[in-house]
C-alpha cells in the first residue's frame, strides 16, 4: 500500500520570505501523480500543485513550486515570497494512474503559518 | 462551474441516530469520492463512484456506513447507529477523467 509522510507537523516563515514543506512516499509503481493541497481554516481543500512521475522536469505555479525526486520518493513544496493568505495546513498526496480508483492518499499535513 | 457542493455544512446528533449528508459533485464530473478527515490528520479514503457504480469501498466504511449515487448525479453518505468516533469532518471530491480531483467544503458531524 502506498504512504505518505509529512514529517513537519507545523512551519512558520516570514512574509515575502521563502518555505520549503516536506513530503517523502513510498510505492511500488512507476506512474503515478503527486498533489500538494491547501486547506485553509474553515475552508475548501485547493489544489496548489501537481507533478505527473514521468515527467523529469518540477512543477512550478506562480510562487510554487516541487522539488521532485524519484529515486529519492521526496516531493517538497516550495513557497516563495510569502504572503499572510498563503496560511493554511497543507496536504501532500499520492494518486497510483492506473487500475482502480484513483483515490488520493494524503500525508498528515503541515500547519504553515506566514508571520507579518 | 459552480464547484462541489456539500450539505449540511455542520450536523450535531446524539449518539445511535441515523445521519445522512448530501453532495453534488461539478455537473458531468463522472468521478465521485468521499473521505474522512479527523483532527490533525489528513483525509482517508471511504469510497469512489464512478457515474452510479460503487467501485471501491474502505475498510474504514463499516456496515452502518452506506453511500449511494443514483443516476450518476449527487451522492449520498448514510451513517446508522452513530457513535463517537463517527465525529469528524466527511468530504466529498469528484473528478473528471484524469483531472486533478475538487473538493467541497465538507459536512461537520459531531456525536453527543
Known amino acids: 500500500a502506498q504512504t505518505v509522510t509529512q514529517s513537519q507537523p507545523e512551519m512558520s516563515v516570514q512574509e515575502a520570505e521563502t518555505v520549503t514543506l516536506s513530503c517523502t512516499y513510498d510505492t511500488s509503481e512507476s506512474d503515478y501523480y503527486l498533489f500538494w493541497y491547501k486547506q485553509p481554516p474553515s475552508r475548501q481543500m485547493i489544489l496548489v500543485i501537481r507533478q505527473e512521475a514521468y515527467k523529469q522536469q518540477n512543477a512550478t505555479e506562480n510562487r510554487f513550486s516541487v522539488n521532485f525526486q524519484k529515486a529519492a520518493k521526496s516531493f517538497s513544496l516550495k513557497i516563495s515570497d510569502s504572503q499572510l493568505g498563503d496560511a493554511a495546513m497543507y496536504f501532500c498526496?499520492?494518486?497510483?494512474?492506473?487500475?482502480?480508483?484513483?483515490?488520493?492518499?494524503f500525508g498528515k499535513g503541515t500547519k504553515l503559518t506566514v508571520n507579518p | 462551474d459552480t464547484g462541489v457542493s456539500q450539505n449540511p455544512r455542520h450536523k450535531i446528533t446524539k449518539r445511535g441516530q441515523n445521519v445522512t449528508f448530501r453532495c453534488d459533485p461539478i455537473s458531468e464530473h463522472n468521478r465521485l469520492y468521499w473521505y474522512r478527515q479527523t483532527l490533525g490528520q489528513g483525509p482517508e479514503f471511504l469510497t469512489y463512484f464512478q457515474n452510479e457504480a460503487q467501485l471501491e469501498k474502505s475498510r474504514l466504511l463499516s456496515d452502518r456506513f452506506s453511500a449511494e449515487r443514483p443516476k450518476g448525479s449527487f451522492s449520498t453518505l448514510e451513517i446508522q447507529r452513530t457513535e463517537q468516533g463517527d465525529s469528524a469532518m466527511y468530504l466529498c471530491?469528484?473528478?473528471?477523467?484524469?483531472?486533478?480531483?475538487?473538493f467541497g467544503d465538507g459536512t461537520r458531524l459531531s456525536i453527543l
Open positions: 471530491a469528484s473528478q473528471d477523467n484524469n483531472q486533478p480531483q475538487h
Open positions: 498526496a499520492y494518486r497510483r494512474t492506473q487500475g482502480g480508483s484513483e483515490k488520493l492518499v
